[in-house]
């Protein structure tokens, strides 16, 4: 079974940054798509980047221009550059990652049911 480990979060004031870090155990080599989720109160996750295997990425509107999805395959490991933060985007981060792709669509997933493999997150805190 692969893993997944966020680090990287932590509280800065409005308007500041961070560097969040998800590692990746190396069974994920060669996954279709991995990408940041915002968990929102009631549990909701929302994709905020997004980063499939042929280098192609997606932003939420919200973060286009703030946030930067990269990855270092040699190190199997991904991460979401956050600049200019708000209180909105106070919460947890999660790592996602898509292993199973049929064919049609896009290879990263239109739902968070079409990941399936999480990490547990990492706590970005933003004061006004």
């Known amino acids: 079974q692969g893993t997944l480990v966020e680090s990287g979060g932590g509280a800065v004031q409005s308007g500041g940054s961070l560097r969040l870090t998800c590692a990746a155990s190396?069974?994920?080599?060669?996954?279709?798509?991995v990408a940041w989720f915002h968990q929102l109160p009631g549990n909701k996750r929302e994709e905020v980047a997004a980063?499939?295997?042929?280098?192609?990425?997606r932003y939420a509107d919200s973060v286009k221009g703030r946030f930067t999805i990269s990855q270092d395959s040699a190190k199997s490991m991904y991460y979401l550059q956050m600049g200019n933060l708000r209180p909105a985007d106070a919460g947890t981060y999660i790592c996602?990652?898509?292993?199973?792709?049929?064919?049609?669509?896009?290879?990263?997933?239109?739902?968070?049911?079409?990941?399936?493999?999480w990490g547990l997150g990492t706590q970005v805190t933003v004061s006004a």
């Open positions: 980063l499939d295997r042929d280098g192609g990425t």
């Open positions: 996602a990652v898509r292993t199973r792709w049929t064919g049609w669509g896009p290879k990263c997933g239109s739902t968070p049911d079409d990941y399936n493999y």
């Open positions: 190396e069974f994920f080599y060669g996954s279709y798509c």
